[in-house]
């Protein structure tokens, strides 16, 4: 099993897991995506960036990345959008891979922070990020601006 970044050539199997992260999640009726506004996303915009896990040419896994910054520290960090493996694979080490090759990224870039989202009721998640170190951020709270709020919004 190999760690490596994504290329164009990836786009159905990086579809294909996002997929498969939906559908794990219980989200699959909120995809609105497209392959050809991710292949844009990614390869085009470099929106955000992809590492896969490779097991004998099959995509078995994946971490979607980019970029936010620190004013207080007044650097960049790496901000994981998702990860996943396939079911199949779980609990081989898969994931601590993708994360370590993530840690990586991080350093070569003078990261200071990986930061991510976890669901509430994802325990093996939630284990697995504390056994390798992370905590949570309890005093922090999601918010989202979306769609049609946006629009009014930015009317007003």
Known sequence: MTIRQATPDDIDAIYD??????????????VEMKKDVLYESLFVHHHAEVILAVDE???IGFALYFYSFSTFIGRANLYLEDLFVDEGYRGKGVG???FKELASIAL?????RIDWTCLNWNQSAIDFYENIGAKKMDEWLLFRLEGDAIKEFAKK
């Open 108 to 112: 070569k870039k003078q990261c200071q």
């Open 57 to 59: 040419h099959k995509a």
């Open 96 to 98: 601590k891979k993708l």
């Open 17 to 30: 897991l996002i997929i498969g992260i939906a559908n794990y999640e219980k989200k699959l009726d909120d």
